[in-house]
C-alpha cells in the first residue's frame, strides 16, 4: 500500500487479519449505495458523514480512495496523537504492567497511517502524520522489550496479570516467544506429573 513503510507493512503481509472484523472509523468521500455481502450490509455510505466498518472493509475502501480511515481512538475515549502515544510510551517505561490500549490499537494506527495520499483525504498537519508514525513505532518497540523480556523470564512467581493488556497483534508478533514459555509450562507440568507418582 502507497505509504507504507519497512517497519509499518501491516497490510502488505496480512498481519492484521485476526483484527479484521474489529470495527474502524471511515469517512466517505464519494456516495456508494448500501454495499451487500453475505454476512450483512454496510451503508449508505455518505460524503462527509463518518460510518464504522470491519476493517477488512475499511482497508478496501481506502485501497479505492472512496473511503479514508479516521484516527482511532484509546478505550478511554481520547483520539489518539502524537502526543498522546508519546505519553503512552513514557507510561510504559514507568510501570511494569502493559498499558491498556485497545486489542486492536496497533493495527487500526497501520490503518490510519498508511492511507494513500488524495486531495479529498482528511487535511492533516504532515509533520503531525511522521510524529505519529514515529510515536506509534517506539510504542511498539517499547512494548515488544518489555514483552521480550517477560515471556523469557516466566517462572511460576511470574505475575501472568502483568499481560493483562497485551494485545492480539502483539501476540501473533511474540508468537515464538509464547510457545516458548508454552512450552516450558508443559515441561513443567509433566515434571510435577513425573514427581507426584513417584511419591505415591
Not at 31 to 57: D, N
Not at 170 to 180: F, N, W
Request: proline content about 4%; charged content about 25%; some cysteine.
Amino acid at each position: 500500500m502507497a505509504g507504507t513503510t519497512s517497519h509499518d507493512n501491516l497490510f502488505c503481509d496480512r498481519q492484521y487479519h485476526d483484527a479484521g472484523e474489529s470495527l474502524v472509523t471511515v469517512m466517505p468521500v464519494v456516495r456508494l449505495e448500501k454495499l451487500e455481502f453475505i454476512e450483512r450490509e454496510y451503508g449508505p455510505l455518505l460524503p462527509g458523514i463518518e460510518i464504522q466498518v470491519p476493517m477488512w472493509l475499511g482497508d478496501l475502501l481506502q485501497r479505492r480512495r472512496v473511503a479514508y480511515v479516521q484516527l482511532p481512538q484509546l478505550p478511554d475515549g481520547r483520539k489518539i496523537s502524537s502526543q498522546i502515544v508519546e505519553e503512552l510510551v513514557a507510561q510504559e517505561r514507568s510501570q511494569a504492567e502493559v498499558v491498556q490500549i485497545g486489542d486492536y490499537f496497533f493495527e487500526q494506527c497501520y490503518a490510519y497511517l498508511g492511507r494513500p495520499s488524495d486531495p479529498h483525504a482528511e487535511s492533516c498537519d504532515r509533520n503531525e502524520l511522521v510524529l505519529l508514525k514515529e510515536a506509534v513505532f517506539k510504542l511498539r518497540k517499547v512494548r515488544q522489550s518489555k514483552l521480550t523480556i517477560f515471556l523469557k523470564s516466566v517462572d511460576q512467581a511470574t505475575k501472568i496479570m502483568d499481560l493483562g493488556w497485551i494485545t492480539t497483534f502483539e501476540l501473533a508478533d511474540q508468537r515464538r516467544t509464547v510457545m516458548m514459555a508454552t512450552d516450558y509450562f508443559a515441561n513443567v507440568w509433566k515434571e510435577k506429573a513425573t514427581l507426584q507418582r513417584a511419591v505415591e
